[in-house]
């Protein structure tokens, strides 16, 4: 048993990586070009580095940064710092109260919002509009758990929770609410269309199904699939007019390495390499796992 499972590590590891962690990404540093470095969220001047306010220059440190004593910081939002209840309400932590200021969310309660969607977002979605309007606006209250297939409104179902655990979802072709329920893959999703990731998933014949390399019919979209959860990806390439899955992330050629895998790998002396800090990590795991099965 022990040999067994030790050969099928090895041959993961040998046949390449057809399925790769979402996590796996190449080290900012690394990147010598702007498109590839802005694909995987680096931050791009000149040369690729981590997006971390402390690498922007002057000109370029604004939105979540700050410039302060000749260096570029973290600047840290608050409330006060929103004028208008239409860029308060756009904050999720942060709700336009009856004194006329954006304070900081303490209770649904002392939230008022122009349009009753708004309410939704308040306290990482703890609260509902009332059905009250006083002065043109909406008072917050806190969300109550409700049984889904009683919701007749779309905006409200999906918006809704029947425990704190399961959110409520619209399914258009019936024009009912119902609660959302293990939907880890996309079979389980059946004839839901709403609930048929289209990434993940691709809607044929009524039903909800797996996505393969072979359902991307151009080469500007066969690049991979993630998973229902995305957490992982499978790699797919474009060659003799169709897209198909790799064995190995040596077949991608130049071109596909990088955007393929998702920043995951590099094209290196003159192959698709995987970027060296995962693989790196990887071999150790896979040694440790190995020397554990073998005492």
């Known amino acids: 048993m022990k040999i067994n499972l030790i050969l099928c590590i090895l041959t993961y590891q040998i ?52 410039w302060s004593n000749g260096t570029c910081t973290d600047y840290i939002f608050k409330c006060s710092d929103y004028s ?28 008022f919002v122009s349009e009753p969607e708004q309410c939704y977002s308040k306290g990482q979605n703890q609260c509902e509009p009332s059905a009250i309007q006083a002065d043109g606006q909406y008072q917050c209250v806190q ?86 959860q995305y957490t992982e990806i499978t790699v797919c390439i474009w060659t003799d007019d169709k897209c198909q899955s790799v064995q190995s992330i040596d077949e991608l050629p130049q071109e596909q390495c990088f955007e393929n895998t998702n920043g995951g790998s590099m094209w290196i002396n003159d192959g698709c390499t995987s970027c060296q800090g995962y693989t790196q990590i990887l071999n150790i795991i896979m040694m440790v796992l190995i020397f554990t099965l073998l005492e």
């Open 15 to 66: 046949m390449g990586q057809i399925v790769i962690p979402l996590q796996q990404r190449c080290l900012c540093s690394d990147i010598s070009e702007k498109s590839q470095c802005e694909l995987i969220n680096c931050y791009w001047d000149e040369a690729c580095s981590e997006n971390k306010c402390e690498n922007r220059k002057q000109d370029k440190c604004y939105g979540e940064c700050s």
């Open 84 to 111: 208008t209840q239409k860029s308060c309400d756009q904050q999720t932590n942060c709700g336009w109260a009856s004194s006329q200021q954006c304070i900081l969310f303490n209770s649904c309660q002392g939230f």
């Open 143 to 228: 969300k109550v758990n409700v049984e889904c297939g009683k919701l007749k409104s779309k905006t409200i179902c999906n918006n809704s929770q029947q425990s704190n655990s399961v959110q409520c979802g619209w399914k258009q072709s019936t024009n009912e609410c119902l609660a959302k329920l293990n939907f880890d893959i996309c079979e389980n999703a059946k004839d839901w269309q709403e609930m048929c990731d289209t990434y993940a998933c691709i809607w044929s014949n009524g039903t909800c199904q797996s996505r393969d390399c072979g359902s991307f019919t151009i080469q500007e979209t066969c690049k991979f699939i993630p998973n229902y």
